[in-house]
């Protein structure tokens, strides 16, 4: 028995707290009293806790980009404290022996102290090189499933054109980073980009001049570069990037389609605690991935290139993958671009690749979340994504943008290509010239062809079912493969898309025969809109799953009859001749679907 149960009654209440109750939630809930009362951030905070994320791996995608932005912005810091942006000259007497007496720009040396002196610098610095990749990678992958599923749609368009700011924008920051060493390979891409910079009819003269602060290479340039990398760049990226995450918030997170998910509400897990711990833990996987790569895998080792020399080029000298493509389209592009006219000389030779290429393809990209709405006439909030094949000619068009990025990408090793193996340059540079046209129509074509297949292989399995492999006969005779129908969790996402139709354009003179406004418009849009939807497969109505369930359920009963029918008195597992058998439960010759572990009699 308790102690209590032997206290008088009136003992009962001896051991109650008579101190002052304290504040609630303590000195932290006292804290955030004072500042909910001054700014009012407990609203918006319990907002956040409680937003629902989905959960599915594509969307680690964005994750890894900005866990990997996170560790740049730390490393660099770490850099900044060493790395001496300036070109006047010195001459090296570090440790490193090799380097030892050779004349050098301050930039150089330092990045050389850094890499060699400080403990723990070249990590750093590999760490730094290693995570900008991978952030760069992750964004364009990151923007490849946002394209694909459609999460660009209407209310984010806004949000797309911010993520394709973002990748151009880190683009920059990029070349501007690894040009910084002033290391033999840095300095021929920066010379590359004053030869692109003067490319630029009339006026490019005045901007290379202004930029390198006079003739190429002069002192100037290093730390113009150095204060676009740390100061204006970042504050760029941080800012776009603070205005992305806050738009989805405010728009919520796209979602797959699947039961009980619609446009209206969100499936996953609460910010606080679920994700929270999710998204801290995998920052962690990131972090630890890049040190582990950056440990093992040499990044841009400038030790062995040299500090930069106008009078030299690093042989096979190429760009960082991102801007490779830059790099491919200049090899491709003839020499009869180049021509005199009026006394001037003007090299699109050069211009088009270099300088008007990325803008046209990022502007091509930014404009079409909004001619794909135009073409579809769908002004409605999108929150479930589509899955690729339910749109084949949006994924075909991305497959070919795709096709043709990395066409170039290759083009630009087009001299390693032909001497590794051992063919001409010239034949290499005509078939890349062919395959950037060819290319992207023949990815279009395929995997457009592929999306309707699968659709096709949906439908059926909708309608029919998965096969067995089964093989019936009836009592009359005939054949048939048993099906099995798919379950309503399964068949949800093969049937919850939307077909669009081709739209027609109107006549061109309204009733009283007067010529309407906008008929070219219209006539324009309709060929788009038979570009799109012209080949398209219906998803499955409830009217021709219930006629086909009957038809199901009508095969099901003869198949029972022919087990019925064929059910004889056998011997061993042989019965009648030319009859078919359902061999027992414990037949050694009947196959079991299961899992179940078998356990021995025998002891």
């Known amino acids: 028995m308790s102690t209590a149960a032997h206290r008088p009654a009136d003992a009962l209440r001896t051991d109650d707290r008579t101190d002052a109750p304290k504040k609630s939630g303590g000195p932290a809930g006292a804290i955030g009293n004072w500042v909910d009362e001054r700014t009012g951030a407990a609203k918006a905070a319990k907002f956040l806790m409680k937003k629902v994320f989905p959960d599915h791996w594509s969307f680690m995608l964005g994750e890894i980009a900005m866990y990997s932005m996170i560790v740049v912005l730390i490393t660099g810091t770490f850099l900044t404290f060493w790395f001496v942006p300036s070109m006047g000259h010195t001459v090296y007497d570090g440790s490193y022996v090799p380097m030892q007496g050779v004349p050098m720009s301050e930039a150089f040396a330092s990045t050389i102290d850094i890499s060699m002196d400080v403990r723990g610098g070249l990590l750093i610095r590999q760490m730094h090189h290693w995570g900008a990749l991978i952030f760069l990678v992750s964004i ?266 990395f066409i170039l990408l290759f083009a630009a090793g087009n001299d390693l290509m032909a001497i590794k193996l051992h063919l001409s340059i010239n034949d290499i540079t005509w078939f890349f010239r062919i395959m950037v046209f060819l290319g992207p129509i023949i990815a279009f074509w395929v995997t457009k062809r592929i999306c309707l297949s699968l659709q096709r292989r949906d439908r059926d399995l909708v309608l029919h079912g998965r096969e067995t492999g089964r093989i019936v006969r009836t009592a009359d005779g005939r054949f048939f493969e048993a099906h099995e129908p798919i379950d309503e969790y399964k068949r949800w996402p093969l049937v919850s898309y939307k077909s669009y139709r081709p739209v027609e354009a109107g006549p061109d003179v309204d009733a009283n025969g007067v010529r309407r406004k906008g008929t070219k418009g219209e006539k324009l849009r309709a060929k788009l809109s038979n570009f799109y939807f012209s080949d398209r497969i219906e998803p499955v109505t409830p009217a021709e799953l219930a006629a086909e369930h009957h038809t199901h359920g009508r095969e099901a009963e003869l198949e029972q009859a022919a087990i019925a029918a064929t059910k004889k008195p056998s011997f061993g597992h042989f019965s009648g001749v030319g009859t078919a058998q359902e061999l027992g439960e414990h037949s050694a010759y009947n196959r079991r679907d299961t899992d179940d572990r078998e356990t021995s009699d025998t002891h």
Do not use: C
């Open 140 to 405: 364009m992958l990151h923007m490849f499933r946002v394209f694909f599923t459609g999460a660009f749609r209407k209310p984010r368009e806004i949000n797309w054109v911010i993520g394709l700011l973002l990748f151009m924008l880190a683009m920059i920051e990029g070349f501007a980073g690894y040009s910084l060493p002033d290391d033999l390979l840095s300095g021929t891409g920066v010379r590359a980009a004053q030869g692109f910079i003067l490319s630029v009819p009339v006026i490019g003269t005045y901007i290379a001049y202004g930029l390198f602060g006079g003739g190429f290479p002069g002192e100037a340039i290093i730390p113009r570069l150095y204060t676009v990398h740390v100061l204006l760049l970042p504050a760029l990226l941080i800012g776009l990037f603070t205005a992305h995450i806050l738009l989805v918030m405010v728009h919520k997170h796209t979602q797959y389609p699947g039961p009980g998910r619609t446009e209206k509400n969100v499936v996953g897990f609460p910010l606080m605690p679920v994700y929270t711990a999710k998204a801290g833990g995998f920052f962690f996987i990131v972090f630890g991935v890049i040190a582990l790569v950056s440990a093992l895998v040499t990044m841009n080792p400038i030790w062995l290139y040299g500090p930069y020399e106008p009078t030299q080029v690093t042989a096979g000298s190429q760009p960082d993958w991102y801007m490779g493509f830059a790099d491919g389209a200049l090899r491709l592009l003839p020499g009869w671009l180049e021509f005199n006219l009026l006394g001037h000389t003007y090299s699109f030779n050069v211009m088009i690749g270099a300088v008007l290429l990325i803008p046209l393809m990022w502007t091509a990209m930014g404009i079409y979340p909004f001619l794909e709405r135009w073409v579809t006439g769908d002004t409605k909030e999108h929150h479930l994504l589509d899955r690729p094949r339910n749109n084949p000619t949006r994924t075909g068009i991305g497959m070919a943008f795709i096709t043709f990025y």
